[in-house]
């Protein structure tokens, strides 16, 4: 039998341990991101206590520690994190007659973005902090695990525990591998960076491994991150399918999706630099990524978005239960929630309570125009002309529809209709708050089966991009792409219309070296955000390593860190 009495001793000193996952994390641990010792009251109830804190730490006001240390009112967690992506790109505007509503400004204007400042220290410190409690639970039950038990029902549970903890740390470290690892681009210089991505902790990382811990590089972050999901793929519950943990479907699509960054990365490098620790070819990692996209497809039973369930204004992208479309995502609740510190508080301007009406959060103004109207995903922003304004369905009632669109702070055009606050509550953000939030859906495995296909055999690529608009979005499609490029600039058109405002785009943008701009003629961005257009990526998109890690981790230091990129794209104004 498994010795329960050894697994809650484990769990009590990973508790009462102060170590942390690398060395500048604070060491208070966010709302909901731990047990005390007085919750542990036995040790099943103590084990699924630490891998909900997991979910609860992605989803919790002040979830980084920012908001009680800096008056941070983006620290919603991994909404927050998105957000932060999204306001790099240039398909949200920010219509207000004061743009500094939008809480995300320092990101819209490439402002602030070196290791001194906490707006490039939070992706470090608030996924690092998910890391830790991820490493807990492997520590506090992987002994147990491999020495085996006679309970078949304990260790299954006990496994799949295990399982989501793996599936968590390879998620959290992609993510920090796609962010951190720097791409060439026209505007600094990280020549001599490539292929570096952030330092590993694990679960046997010690407090003195982590004062010199360095950068590794992709190949064996990437083989890091595939041994962590081959091992939740073992070990999970298959038999399990929460929308709000993770499941094989997820950990399917978390290959595909890296699968296919490597498979851009071996095209733009000309092959792999380290075949030694990975072997893997350009051709069979754009194959594996389409394989894994295809396996979700066929295998989850998920369908794309309905047009009644994208408009719905009760339930529209905020509802898991509401579609087939959603494979993981996180549930909100209220008690996890401030008013401000949420995601519907900044993405849905039909909420009256929140930032979003004041800062009139909508749609570039240049997206919108190569949106044809057949194309029902045109309705997600306000249209310009106001007789077309009975083709919406709003959120609330007839009062609150009035104090939308015509009260003190009334929509302008292109306001964003996307993000529904729940149930349709528009007044209550106890309840208009606590909306489940999305993070990977079924229509992302099209566009991954699509881009990997069209890197092996362009046509099939091109007809997989056809049919996926033709057959969920509008059938009178007509685009035929003839060149790689074509295809891309159609590709990244469809996603940018399909995934807007969900915190994927960024790494699109960076992986495909596609630029941004703001600076459009009869743009609706605000004259402090609209920076010129980029010749290719921002070099916003290499994520630096905040200066706090310096202190302690003698092997990161500004030699080896990426360069500050604040202010190296000029604004529109200045050319």
């Not at 002040?62 to 919603?76: K, L, V």
């Not at 071996?266 to 894994?292: D, F, I, M, S």
């Not at 009334?410 to 939030?437: H, M, S, T, W």
Request: charge should be negative.
């Amino acid at each position: 039998m498994v010795d329960m009495k050894r697994i809650l001793h484990n769990i009590i000193l990973s508790v009462a341990a102060v170590a942390v996952s690398v060395s500048c994390i604070q060491e208070t641990v966010p709302v909901g991101g731990s047990v005390t010792q007085e919750q542990v009251s036995a040790s099943k109830s103590a084990l699924m206590s630490m891998i909900n804190s997991i979910p609860a730490t992605l989803y919790a006001s002040g979830a980084a520690g920012y908001a009680g240390s800096y008056g941070d009112h983006t620290d919603f967690g991994m909404p927050g994190v998105h957000l932060r992506l999204e306001h790099m790109l240039e398909d949200i505007a920010t219509m207000a007659d004061n743009p500094y509503y939008n809480r995300f400004y320092a990101y819209d204007m490439n402002m602030a973005q070196g290791a001194d400042y906490t707006y490039c220290a939070y992706f470090w410190d608030y996924y690092y902090t998910l890391i830790r409690l991820a490493n807990d639970v492997i520590a506090s039950i992987k002994p147990a695990v491999e020495e085996g038990s006679t309970d078949e029902k304990e260790m299954t549970e006990l496994r799949h525990i295990l399982g989501q903890a793996y599936a968590y740390r390879a998620w959290f470290y992609f993510d920090l591998a796609r962010l951190f690892e720097p791409k060439l681009n026209k505007y600094t210089d990280v020549s001599h960076l490539r292929h570096l991505t952030v330092p590993i902790v694990d679960e046997n990382t010690t407090i003195d491994d982590t004062k010199n811990n360095d950068r590794v590089d992709r190949e064996t972050m990437y083989k890091f991150i595939f041994d962590d999901l081959a091992k939740a793929e073992d070990l999970l519950d298959k038999s399990k399918n929460s929308f709000n943990a993770p499941t094989m479907m997820s950990i399917y699509g978390t290959y595909a999706r890296a699968y296919l960054e490597l498979g851009a990365a071996y095209k733009e490098y000309n092959g792999n630099p380290n075949p030694e620790v990975l072997p893997l070819t350009q051709e069979e990692a754009y194959r594996k990524a389409a394989e894994y996209a295809r396996k979700v497809i066929d295998e989850s039973g998920k369908t794309p978005l309905t047009q009644a369930q994208w408009e719905d204004p009760s339930t529209g992208f905020n509802s898991a239960a509401s579609n087939n479309a959603w494979i993981w995502g996180i549930s909100v609740s209220a008690e996890s929630l401030n008013n401000l510190l949420s995601f519907i508080s900044h993405m849905s301007a039909e909420a009256a309570w929140g930032y979003a009406r004041y800062a009139q959060f909508g749609v570039s103004s240049s997206l919108y125009d190569m949106i044809p109207d057949a194309d029902w995903r045109k309705h997600s922003w306000l249209d310009p002309q106001k007789e077309n304004y009975y083709a919406y369905k709003f959120a609330g009632t007839a009062s609150d529809k009035a104090g939308f669109l015509s009260g003190g702070q009334a929509a302008k055009p292109y306001v964003a209709l996307k993000f529904r606050p729940a149930q349709g509550e528009c007044n209550d953000f106890n309840i208009g708050n606590a909306g489940d939030y999305c993070l990977m859906r079924i229509e992302e495995m099209y566009f991954i089966e699509m881009e990997a296909q069209a890197n092996l055999e362009l046509s099939k690529g091109i007809q997989l991009l056809k049919d996926f608009v033709k057959t969920y979005r509008y059938k009178s499609y007509d685009k035929n792409p003839q060149s790689w490029e074509d295809f891309k600039k159609e590709y990244m058109l469809q996603k940018r219309i399909e995934f807007w405002g969900e915190g994927i785009l960024l790494f699109d943008y960076k992986r495909l070296n596609v630029g941004i701009n703001r600076a459009f003629a009869g743009s609706n961005h605000p004259s402090v955000f609209r920076l010129a257009a980029t010749d290719g990526r921002s070099p916003q998109w290499n994520i630096v390593i905040t200066r706090a890690e310096f202190q302690s981790n003698t092997a990161i230091k500004d030699s080896n860190n990426n360069p500050d990129p604040s202010s190296k794209i000029p604004m529109a104004e200045d050319k």
